[in-house]
């Protein structure tokens, strides 16, 4: 869709979002952005773009609609991830870190599979929409897969709490239907 104003592209939300590229007509300033082709249209590529998959070492958890929609206007999406509920984790989180990359190994229609090893505990955040029907699922080394709890993050897409170690989440949708 159209942007008008060229502070919109500063927007935490193009970058969670995956937004890679702009086309314009119009030169952006905004750091951040690099100029990759300029002919009969303008190319630029947000360099500040998010992974599909990617671990955060920190939360907020606010449970309340409103005020969870405030803090989203606000916040930092590599930073941290902004949670409905309270996760059931004891393990400690490396805050103010700041995103690591995860590796989506396999992605269908109602199944995605994510790789991620992490020094510290952390949040994988998959930037898929979050709906009830989805579970989600950890394997680690030499470990049974076991169901794990699935969030709704940053107000539409999903996240899991993981400890250190490897490990390998598997996204599988399976409505009640």
Known sequence: APISEVESLDSPWLD????RYVLTTQVVPNSGYELVYDNEVRVYRNEDCLPRAFVVHSAQVIPEATARRDA???????QAVILEEEPAVTWAFAEGKGWEP?????YALNE??????LTHGGYLVLADNWFSGWKAYDTQPGQKEQEIALYRADGTFRAVALGHGRHLVRFKYTPLS
């Open 112 to 117: 995605v599979t994510v790789e991620v090893e």
């Open 72 to 78: 989203l206007l606000e916040f930092d999406p590599g």
């Open 16 to 19: 969670l979002l995956g937004v």
């Open 102 to 106: 995860a590796q989506v190994s396999s």
